[in-house]
């Protein structure tokens, strides 16, 4: 991921300060935030449980994933930028991972019932999300079992290209008689 403000990571820094019990923290990215997140870590105490990585290959993200307990997309939306989509989520929800994300944009929507939302910007409501689902192995395996499904139901190449088609159909159906040309798609 890219490590910049609207990523929510010192948010996230700050919820972990005083999350109770074991815990790590898997950091996959690098960019302009690392340096201050690192000394934020450091300054929360919290250094001894975090591991950055500045990037893994596409090949082994699928890999990795399936190695965490849940994912946190903490977001943050700003004047000039919003979360579009939550990538991470979807890869990580097909991946069979319970899922946290921010109220930011589309990430409630993308989630939908599989994973917890909390209001952005939030440590407190975020520290709270991550230690329910660390406290509960039940609500765990039920939001992997809701991810995968809503990936299955949602996020395939499939489905995206179904959807697209019915998005341009019925944008073309809307048209004035004569206002455009139709294009030949195919």
């Known amino acids: 991921a890219r490590l910049v403000e609207e990523k929510g990571l010192l948010v996230l820094l700050q919820a972990l300060a005083d999350l109770p019990g074991y815990w790590r923290l898997h950091v996959i990215g690098s960019g302009p935030l690392e340096a201050k997140a ?17 990037g893994v290959p596409s090949t082994l993200v699928p890999e990795r994933l399936r190695t965490f307990t849940l994912l946190v997309q903490p977001s943050l939306t700003r004047r000039h930028w919003k979360e579009q989509f939550g990538r991470a989520v979807v890869e990580a929800m097909a991946c069979g991972v319970p899922v946290v994300g921010s109220a930011s944009a589309e990430i409630p929507n993308v989630i939908g ?13 975020l520290r709270e ?52 040309v139709r294009p030949n798609v195919c």
């Open 129 to 180: 999300a991550m230690a329910r689902l660390l406290a509960d192995r039940d609500l765990r395996e039920d939001l992997a079992r809701r991810g995968r499904a809503r990936v299955l139901a949602c996020y395939t190449h499939e489905r995206i290209a179904e959807h697209t088609v019915r998005a341009y159909q019925a944008a073309l159906e809307t048209q004035p008689k004569g206002s455009a």
């Open 113 to 125: 019932d599989a994973g917890l939302v909390v209001p952005e910007g939030d440590p407190l409501a």
């Open 38 to 54: 690192r000394r934020r870590a450091t300054r929360l105490g919290l250094s001894e449980r975090i591991t950055w990585e500045r």
